[in-house]
């Protein structure tokens, strides 16, 4: 290939974000695809290995885990980035803010009186079998009701253009460390598109964490000491824990470096003695958190820190049992818990789902297996769930079994037509199915990432863009048009 031709580019009948039709590009690509016209092959790989170069510089990295085997990788990437028109995300953001403060006002009031479950707006057998409701946190008031105080949701966009809120990950989001670097990046590529002014800056991140970590702090108005707990090295998300921790200047420890006092406050041991804790950003699961209450034999947490909590002298971000609104069957209900709490009607779209709880819904599920996807209640990563039309006959019958089995653990939706979005593939353009994640921070006030992490599905044809499973990302540009 000489130099990219958008006239050839093949949108197959699908939403594209960057081009309306081949040799179209939409108004808010339009000057980027100019600028890719015109470069040469040569000039496109120099691009693409100016990012390779700096990825690995920079060190980012995620692990694999592979047959008992811990491999770190650099995060695949990709130069040509997502657009979305300012106006459009505007009311995209809004719907994320409306989302979650009703999901947390549905945590809350699980740990509390459960009035959505006497109501019969969520049936009660659905939290009866939730594997991530804590009864440990019940009674628990958490600082200004809030428990999922960093959300990430996935957003996709159906061939249509609809955008659909796909799932809701309320337990240890990940991800914005990769969002961050992203657009470090691609500034070192594509340098002159960021002086035009109308790319919003997505770098007030970490200090936006910050201000709503403080803001959780039970002693408000002294300069609050503040944590990220991590599992450790060895934990695929590692490099982000380091990376906010060393962003925001504050200190990143295990559990054995924190201690809970006859006092029942938290401590953490330093050179200088023991210094009270008053914000934990945990990237540890609830499970690993507390050996009194959870699982006995974790040395991931801290002995004593539930008590700590529940006395209100340290501040858990996201709280323990946030998860119980992250579960792919509670999720069918979030449009009635907008309602229900807010009165409101949802400005974001649910993908239509079945609950194979229900009879009739179990018996259109197990009809039409090789139609639909098919996800576990509480899996994440894109493990253990079937992609029904690529899955084989064996694979389906197989899962069958599992649906029968638990009913209440499976949850099935129809298989979308993704949108995709331009990306260079060896040395040709090609269209990659993508999604993308936004994280939603709620404290004292709500605060949405001005875009999120793209993540891409770097196979050709593959839905799967989970970096687990072979995805990668490209940055996200929310472009102002006003003068266009």
């Known amino acids: 290939m000489s130099k990219i031709n958008w006239k050839q580019y093949a949108c197959n009948g699908l939403y594209d974000e960057l081009m309306a039709a081949p040799g179209e590009p939409r108004p808010a690509a339009k000057m980027l695809c ?8 040569h000039e496109l790989a120099e691009h693409k290995s100016a990012a390779e170069i700096a990825i690995q510089v920079m060190g980012i990295t995620f692990t694999v885990y592979s047959e008992g085997t811990m491999i770190d990788r650099a995060l695949p990437f990709d130069i040509v980035p997502r ?3 300012l106006d459009e995300w505007l009311r995209t953001e809004a719907g994320l803010k409306q989302r979650v403060q009703a999901l947390n006002m549905f945590i809350n009031d699980l740990y509390h009186d459960q009035r959505i479950i006497r109501d019969g707006v969520v049936p009660a057998e659905v939290l009866a079998q939730s594997a991530n409701f804590r009864p440990q946190c019940v009674g628990v008031t958490p600082k200004h009701n809030i428990w999922a105080h960093i959300c990430g949701s996935d957003i996709v966009r159906d061939v249509d253009g609809t955008l659909f809120v796909l799932e809701d990950n309320l337990r240890v989001p990940s991800g914005v460390s990769y969002m961050l670097e992203n657009r470090n990046v691609t500034k070192r590529v594509l340098p002159d598109f960021f002086a035009t002014g109308r790319i919003q800056p997505v770098d007030d991140y970490t200090s936006q964490l910050y201000e709503m970590l403080s803001s959780m702090s039970p002693r408000p108005g002294d300069d609050p000491q503040i944590v990220i707990l991590t599992p450790g090295i060895y934990n695929s998300a590692y490099f982000e824990h380091a990376y906010l921790a060393q962003q925001m200047g504050v200190q990143l420890v295990e559990g054995s470096d924190l201690l809970v006092a006859d006092d029942e406050c938290v401590y953490m041991r330093t050179v200088d003695g023991l210094q009270r804790v008053d914000v934990i950003y945990r990237r540890v699961d609830d499970m690993f958190l507390d050996p009194e209450v959870f699982n006995k034999e974790s040395m991931l947490g801290v002995s004593g820190l539930m008590r700590a909590w529940r006395k209100g002298n340290v501040a858990l971000v996201n709280a323990p049992g946030a998860g119980v ?16 709490y807010l009165d409101q009607e949802p400005l974001l779209a649910n993908v239509p789902s079945y609950l194979c709880m229900y009879d009739k819904d179990r018996e259109y599920v197990l009809d039409h297996l090789h139609e639909l996807v098919v996800k576990p209640a509480n899996e994440s990563g894109g493990y253990g769930m079937l992609i029904g039309p690529h899955a084989s006959k064996k694979e389906r019958k197989a899962f069958a079994e599992l649906i029968k089995a638990d009913p209440r653990n499976y949850m099935a939706q129809p298989t979308l037509n993704l949108s995709t979005s331009p990306t260079l593939c060896d040395r040709e353009m090609e269209p990659r199915h993508i999604d993308l994640r936004p994280f939603i921070l709620s404290g004292e006030d709500v605060y949405v990432t001005t875009g999120g992490m793209t993540r891409v599905a770097m196979n050709k044809g593959s839905l799967v863009v989970n970096s687990s499973q072979g995805g990668g990302s490209k940055d996200t540009w929310i472009v102002d048009m006003k003068g266009e």
């Open 34 to 41: 100019e600028y890719l016209a015109q470069l040469d092959a």
């Open 83 to 85: 657009i979305i028109p």
């Open 325 to 340: 609104a992250d579960d792919k069957v509670i999720y069918a209900f979030v449009p009635a818990i907008i309602r229900y």
